[in-house]
């Protein structure tokens, strides 16, 4: 697919809803005049239709995508606000290379539009790993709550609500000893970027433990203390 017609289907699949021609071809195109950028809008859909991609819905006005397109960034945005609110289904607590792609949306196009889609989708799947390590403690899959909150971490290592959910994973599998690991690299890491130094709620987590009910998932304490 010629890099303009790509850069225009993935501008309309992000915006989802209609979008004015002569605004997509403005942000696109913005180096030459309105009539150079309406005329590289143009050529961009005539290639799209030549290289026989029916994705958009448009007239001499618009575009959109059509309604029977589905869009994997969408998927993962609606399944990380189901995890954030906790209204997944049981079988959505699970980890997909999907999702852990999301995490860095469109590599290597640095245009305004796309970087403030890129940070919007990775501050949700962030969230949405902390919530769903998590939901896994909960359920009792330590394992796969370790793995989650160290995705979460692996991405942004200042990220504090995600070491805390590391953390969390850890004491809730009786890894005290893995847990403090965790806080010292944390330490080392604000430190040398920061200057500064873990807040005092997630030190006292691992020194003493869990101190209530939004700590700790009833389902794990058992093992936390043995």
């Not at 696109?28 to 859909?45: I, K, T, V, Y």
């Not at 995890?83 to 959505?92: A, F, K, V």
Request: net charge neutral; aromatic share 4%.
């Amino acid at each position: 697919m010629p890099e303009g017609s790509k850069r225009l289907l993935a501008f309309i699949a992000l915006r989802r809803q209609r979008v004015e021609r002569r605004h997509a071809a403005g942000l696109l195109w913005p180096g030459g005049s309105d009539e150079r950028a309406a005329g590289n809008l143009r050529s961009a859909l005539w290639r799209l239709r030549g290289a026989d991609i029916d994705l958009l819905a448009v007239d001499k006005c618009s575009l959109r995508l059509r309604d029977d397109v589905a869009v994997d960034a969408e998927l993962v945005g609606a399944w990380a606000a189901r995890l954030i609110s906790g209204t997944m289904h049981p079988d959505e607590l699970v980890i997909m290379q999907t999702w852990a792609e999301a995490l860095d949306l469109l590599p290597g196009w640095y245009d305004d539009w796309v970087l403030l889609e890129r940070e919007r989708l990775r501050q949700r799947v962030l969230h949405a790993l902390e919530a769903l390590s998590r939901h896994l403690i909960a359920a009792g899959r330590i394992a796969e709550a370790v793995e989650a909150a160290m995705m979460a971490v692996g991405v942004e290592p200042l990220r504090e609500s995600a070491q805390r959910a590391l953390v969390t994973a850890h004491l809730a599998e009786g890894n005290r000893v893995e847990a403090r690991r965790c806080l010292t690299t944390y330490r080392g890491i604000l430190r040398r970027e920061l200057g500064a130094e873990p807040a005092a709620a997630l030190t006292a987590l691992v020194h003493h433990g869990p101190t209530g009910p939004r700590e700790w998932p009833v389902e794990s304490r058992e093992v936390a203390v043995s």
